[in-house]
């Protein structure tokens, strides 16, 4: 092969079509959880038939254990090398949680496109304060953490790969912990995976109400989490969220046993218009005109789309 005068166009062309490594890990996340959860594919076609869209994803959630450097930080990482900035810390002190919420960098709140391609999503994790727990779930996650110490700062590239940084669990170990703390069970099958992603309802154009949109999904048969409520309003009454109940997923446990545990769920949120901005006309509105953050009341609620009493499964 020989240069020619249109090569160094033709490489131009190649250049700008390159999808930039944020854009490939923000659906790197979430490709193995469609893979797994066939309530949020479901929930995203039922969308996209009665909806022009865009569909937008308003936040991706993660659960860590905080301990062993394996907490919140060793998946916060790779949104910070991105341009994301720390934001609020939320706590959760009777279900010993604490999370801290990320937003993306400025330029990306507003962007044409749908689903990946579109705004980018703020990034909510929370972490198990674990040293709060009885001495027996201390040792079951530390037993974990401490096997997969070598991965702990490849949390990012286990959620994409969709495996775990630490060895397979047996099931008695993810039963102590199931007794004790449903997120805790959770965290030690499903690791770094995405816990959620959530549409975000206010982008949306003929359901960008949200209980308009519960009860197209219930009525199209998607069990949405009913503790405290279908909706969760924060108390400004300015974010409104609900979800589905998380899926549940058949687990092969190391010591041979086969058992239902949770997987992951699908959220929806409406961010109403700020006060401020109420003159605003609805094309002229941008997302920072909107109600930000998360909202502790409603998160306490949220987390339970992965309880066995939401999911109506036995454990033990
Ligand atoms: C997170 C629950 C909280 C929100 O948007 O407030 C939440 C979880 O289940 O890990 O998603
Ligand atoms: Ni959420």
Redesign the pocket.
């Known amino acids: 092969l020989t240069l020619n005068a249109s090569a160094p166009k033709r490489r131009i062309t190649m250049a700008s079509t390159e999808v930039p490594l944020m854009r490939k890990l923000l659906s790197g996340f979430v490709k193995p959880y469609l893979e797994k959860n066939p309530t949020a594919v479901t929930a995203l076609e039922l969308i996209r038939k009665e909806d022009v869209g865009p569909v937008c994803f308003d ?1 991706f ?3 860590t254990f905080g301990v062993d450097g394996c907490g919140i930080d060793s998946i916060a990482q790779i949104f910070l090398d991105m341009g994301y900035k720390t934001r609020d810390e939320l706590r959760f002190p009777a279900k010993k949680l604490r ?1 801290l919420w990320f937003s993306p960098p400025d330029h990306l709140y507003e962007v044409d496109g749908e689903l990946e391609n579109g705004p980018a999503p703020r990034i ?1 994790i ?1 972490e198990l304060l674990v040293d709060q727990l009885s001495e027996a779930s201390q040792k079951v996650i530390r037993k974990y953490t401490t096997a997969g110490a070598q991965y702990k700062r490849h949390a990012a590239t286990a959620s994409v790969l969709n495996t775990l940084t630490w060895p397979t669990p047996s099931f008695v170990d993810y039963q102590q912990l199931a007794r004790e703390s449903e ?1 805790a069970a959770w965290t030690l099958v499903n690791g770094y995976s995405l ?2 992603a ?1 549409v975000s309802v206010h982008r949306l154009s003929q359901l960008c109400d949200i209980s308009k949109l519960n009860q197209f999904l219930q009525k199209s048969g998607i069990k949405l989490n009913s503790e405290g409520g279908i909706l969760k309003v924060s108390p400004d009454g300015g974010l409104q ?1 609900s ?1 589905s109940v998380a899926d549940s997923v058949k687990y092969a446990f190391a010591d041979g046993e086969v058992k239902t545990v949770a997987g992951s ?1 699908i ?1 929806f ?1 409406e961010r109403l218009v700020l006060p401020i901005y109420s003159d605003l006309k609805r094309e002229e509105v941008r997302e920072w005109h909107r109600r930000e953050g ?2 502790v009341s ?3 609620k ?2 339970e ?2 309880s066995s009493e939401q999911m109506g499964i036995k454990t033990g």
Do not use: C, G, K, L
Request: charged share 15%; aromatic share 24%; proline share 0%.
């Open positions: 936040h959630a993660f659960r999370a909510f929370s997120y816990n959620h959530t969220q979800s769920y959220e949120a998360f909202e409603s998160a306490d949220i987390f789309s992965t």
